[in-house]
């Protein structure tokens, strides 16, 4: 695959696309965790959301 | 499972987590399959190889304007039916449309360099996109800006609402103003005027990224769902301590005013 003269421009936006789709995955990925994490903290604590059932049906 | 259901959080949350490793591999295989066509498409005869800037250009350009029509929907489930996941769905999704905008904007600004001449010009349809990004931008900040969710959901509903008015100008900026950018050449009457070459890759590539929103959305949502049953026991925790101080004030008083009698 030749990219001829206009090499520079190609590469830089397919390597800014993949910065910004990792770096969105990346974030996703640590909020997931640190989300988990904050929720396990408060369990730990004696704080935890009611039992399934009627509650359940209720936000959040 | 019926969609009614998905209306829960729990469920929707167990949903989720079932049906995320599917699209993760359906992202991926998309999207490697259409690197690879990109890869192997020929050069434009007048482009050159810069027309593979446009396998990323126009995919994301394409979700800019999706991603504000599903937070248009998601707006209208909070204002009007007062959807319980409506909210979550919108702002899930503004920092994923935040980021395919920069991508059309940047990808597009490598694009016309080598082919206008210059990075940037101030015509209808650039400058329509970029008020996109600024109005993702806007919708951003207000969400950091509220502290409860339900009121930051119902500003920011009718500013997305209001902002919708944005999709169409983008889409017929081509036709409505004298534009350096070319015309439509895949959503047109009379079917899409690109080779086969060119078209097969560029679709590809377009239900690759469509599938990453997908995917990443759900995630996101996933998460916004948890971010705010942490603030709801957090606020039970707060509450609990308040009245577990309250207990221990009230009888301290009741000593400090006998002493006082006495």
């Known amino acids: 695959m030749m990219l001829g003269p206009y090499a520079y421009f190609i590469v830089m936006s397919y390597a800014v696309a993949a910065a910004i789709v990792l770096n969105l995955i990346g974030w996703i990925a640590y909020d997931y965790r640190s989300q988990k994490a904050r929720l ?4 730990a604590n004696g704080i935890a959301r009611r039992s399934n059932g009627a509650a359940e049906l209720r936000w959040p | 499972m019926a969609l009614i259901d998905l209306a829960n959080p729990t469920r929707f949350l167990a949903f989720v987590m079932r049906v995320l490793p599917w699209l993760v591999a359906t992202t991926v295989l998309l999207l490697a399959t259409g690197l690879y066509l990109a890869a192997l498409a020929p050069d434009d005869y007048q482009q050159g190889a810069t027309v593979k800037i446009m ?3 126009v995919p994301n350009a394409w ?6 029509g599903v937070m248009t929907v998601a707006s209208l489930g909070t204002l009007v039916w007062r959807h319980p996941l409506a ?34 010009e101030w015509d209808a349809r650039l400058t329509s996109v970029l008020l996109l990004f600024l109005m993702y931008l806007g919708l951003i900040a207000l969400w950091r800006a509220v502290e409860d969710p339900s009121r930051a959901g119902r500003a920011a509903a009718m500013l997305t609402l209001v902002g919708a008015i944005n999709i169409p100008i983008i889409k017929f900026s081509v036709n409505w103003w004298n ?3 070319q015309g439509a050449s895949v959503v047109r009457a009379g079917g899409p ?14 239900a690759g990224f469509s599938a ?3 995917t990443l959305h759900l995630a996101a949502m996933r998460n916004e769902i948890l971010r705010r049953r942490v603030r709801s026991l957090q606020m039970m925790q707060a509450s609990r301590q308040n009245s577990t101080n ?5 009888p301290r008083k009741q000593i400090a005013s006998g002493t006082g009698a006495m």
Do not use: C, N, Q
């Open chain 1, 40 to 43: 396990r903290a408060l369990e």
């Open chain 2, 179 to 181: 534009t350096i950018h």
């Open chain 2, 87 to 120: 909210d979550v769905a919108a702002k899930a999704a503004a920092p994923l449309g935040a980021s395919f905008t920069f991508l059309a904007l940047v990808t597009g600004s490598l694009w016309g360099r080598p082919m206008w001449g210059t990075y940037w």
């Open chain 2, 193 to 206: 005027s690109m080779d086969h070459a060119f078209l097969i890759p560029l679709l590809i590539m377009a």
């Open chain 2, 55 to 57: 396998f990323i250009h």
């Open chain 2, 246 to 250: 309250d207990t221990d004030a009230f």
């Open chain 2, 212 to 214: 990453l929103f997908l």
């Open chain 2, 63 to 68: 979700l800019s304007m999706f991603v504000w």
